[in-house]
């Protein structure tokens, strides 16, 4: 399971600056079509709240493919634009997430040959998003993926806190694709590059983003390689309560990842249903810049409760 969802399009500046572009681009020599280019995905990677704040899921995931395409297509003229790797390595994480993978979960139980596909292809989606995040590392750190495969923690003492973001949306992804591939060992074996990529990304900003990496850790630390079950838990408990300091209790996904990993592993049902209970309780309204993460994650949080009798045994 993903953190929180964090959209950085703008639907509507896309709309003002899009026919214009494509006419300035199809009239232009090149070094203005680069600076054009280039300008557009300043602001298509600067973070912005129409999307985030939206109360209607549905409607943002069906906008959101027409974005990443755009982005796709400007990253094509400008390979290196730092921006647009960044804006498309978290929006394709958080889009494979939210409305791929989270659909597949839920279609588990009735049409299994379905989610196997939807899985399939979210798995995909965050394969294509860590290529985009590895590509936005190798812009300030040339060689950066083979350094890293060569010696991952000597690799990554050349990343700064500036790298944080990237890191962070590149752990993610690589995270959420190894989840989707028990039968793939290659895929697997990058375990140990994912854990050194988030914990480089703790030690330079660990309140990056209202608790993202602690959330994100929340997740990981069952399995981390070489910890007892009681320190797996104990460690994810202690990331659930830093999760919850910096984003004020405000978010939910961190309360969801926790009951839907330490809490069932436990087998510990009381607290399996007072955590999704209170990430149900968070008011979307509250802070409208995470409206839409919580209305993702109080969705997951529906659904599992609804499986609850499956999840443990009486």
Not at 62 to 73: M, N
Not at 159 to 173: E, F, G, N
Not at 254 to 265: D, G, I, P, R
């Amino acid at each position: 399971m993903l953190p929180e969802p964090y959209y950085n399009s703008r639907l509507a500046l896309l709309i003002r600056v899009l026919v214009p572009l494509a006419l300035l681009l199809g009239a232009a020599g090149c070094s203005v079509k680069r600076f054009a280019v280039n300008k557009l995905g300043d602001a298509l990677a600067s973070s912005g709240t129409t999307f985030a704040s939206d109360e209607d899921p549905e409607l943002v995931g069906e906008a959101i493919p027409f974005a990443l395409k755009l982005i796709e297509s400007l990253l094509a003229e400008s390979p290196r634009h730092r921006g647009l790797l960044f804006a498309a390595a978290s929006g394709f994480t958080q889009y494979a997430y939210a409305y791929v993978q989270q659909l597949g979960d839920e279609l588990e139980d009735e049409d299994l040959a379905q989610a196997m596909r939807l899985h399939t292809r979210a798995k995909r989606l965050y394969l294509r998003a860590r290529g985009y995040g590895l590509r936005g590392l190798e812009v300030r750190h040339q060689g950066f993926e083979k350094a890293l495969r060569a010696g991952a923690r000597s690799a990554l003492q050349a990343v700064s806190r500036r790298d944080v973001p990237l890191l962070y949306w590149t752990a993610a992804a690589w995270g959420a694709a190894i989840s989707r591939s028990k039968d793939d060992p290659e895929t697997v074996a990058d375990q140990p590059l994912v854990e050194a990529l988030i914990d480089r990304a703790l030690e330079l900003d660990e309140a990056f983003d209202s608790g993202a990496i602690h959330s994100f850790l929340v997740t990981y630390e069952p399995s981390r390689p070489g910890l007892s079950a009681a320190e797996s838990a104990a460690r994810a408990r202690r990331h659930l309560g830093r999760a919850k300091e910096l984003s004020g209790g405000q978010l939910a996904a961190a309360l969801v990842a926790f009951a839907e990993t330490v809490s069932v592993s436990q087998q510990n049902k009381k607290e399996f249903q007072a955590l999704l209970e209170q990430a149900l309780a968070v008011d979307v309204n509250a802070r409208t810049e995470w409206r839409l993460a919580n209305l993702i994650a109080q969705r997951r949080a529906r659904w599992l409760l609804g499986r609850t009798d499956q999840l443990f045994l009486e």
